[in-house]
């Protein structure tokens, strides 16, 4: 049965993250619905986790060369929404002083390798870890959910659930190289699975896709996070709060480093583009 929203919007972990980063560029993207410009790690993520996904959904049969066409396939279709969306690469975001040509280039290669080395590691621990497959036979790989969490609705998205040597564990693929701040996302999916299957999970982790550089790093999960020892209260809480925030027109400015990864930042009044 669909849950009521009880006139509420639903939400998600990514508002609830964008919210939590700066309420106010989560007014500019998200209720403003000002232009933002793209970026190639946005569209090198998506083609990731679509090649990945293909490929865990095929039973791990497709070969490398079949991944990655899909992943290139994918990037192709991200990145002609894109430039549809502008087509002034000048005002593309980049990492660092790169071209945003260079920048593009060097994303999509990196963003294949790390679909082929995600390869690489399913085929070495095939024997030890496996994709779960939930008690009503779907594959527990980008697994929908929507689910209350106390008063508020939350939907989204399970990238994994994973059979491995220490039990079952709820995984997040990540292509970036920034930590993690905290577990908050992966115990939301730990109540997700628990509120449509009543199984309980008590491990999560972040895939961390291969990095290319001067100093490379191949693909592999973080150490497993015990996730029981976060609290339910607490993360009804934390929901709670973001949504009536969000309702009552609470939009905090939090500028910081990430201001330099923010696609609205040139309609910012705090950073004087107003």
């Avoid at 895939?207 to 609290?231: N, Q």
């Avoid at 027109?249 to 930042?265: E, I, K, M, R, W």
């Amino acid at each position: 049965m669909p849950i009521s929203t009880g006139g509420t919007k639903p939400r998600s972990h990514s508002q609830y993250a964008r919210f939590a980063q700066c309420g106010l560029a989560y007014r500019l993207e998200r209720v403003d619905r000002k232009p933002s410009n793209p970026a190639g790690w946005f569209i090198q993520g998506i083609a990731v986790h679509h090649g990945v996904e293909l490929y865990e959904r095929s039973g791990r049969t497709l070969t490398r060369a079949q991944v990655a066409e899909a992943y290139c396939q994918s990037w192709d279709r991200e990145l002609h929404a894109g430039r549809a969306n502008q087509p002034d690469e000048s005002r593309w975001m980049t990492g660092g002083f790169k071209s945003a040509a260079k920048d593009l280039a060097d994303r999509k290669a990196l963003g294949e390798h790390q679909v082929l080395d995600y390869i690489r590691y399913a085929e070495e621990v095939n024997e030890h870890e496996s994709i779960w497959h939930a008690p009503d036979g779907k594959p527990a790989i980008e697994l929908e959910f929507r689910i209350r969490v106390g008063d508020v609705v939350v939907r989204g998205f399970i990238d994994q659930i994973v059979q491995t040597p220490y039990g079952l564990t709820v995984r997040d693929v990540k292509t970036g190289t920034k930590k993690q701040p905290s577990a908050l996302q992966l115990a939301l999916y730990r109540r997700a699975v628990w509120e449509m299957y009543q199984v309980d999970i008590t491990w999560g982790d972040y895939f961390e896709c291969a990095r290319l550089g001067r100093s490379p790093k191949r693909g592999a999960p973080t150490d497993p996070i015990d996730l029981t020892t976060i609290d339910q209260h607490w993360l009804e809480r934390q929901y709670a709060a973001m949504d009536a925030a969000e309702r009552n027109g609470v939009y905090l400015a939090n500028p910081g480093d990430h201001c330099v990864t923010c696609g609205v930042q040139q309609h910012c009044p705090a950073k004087g583009n107003a």
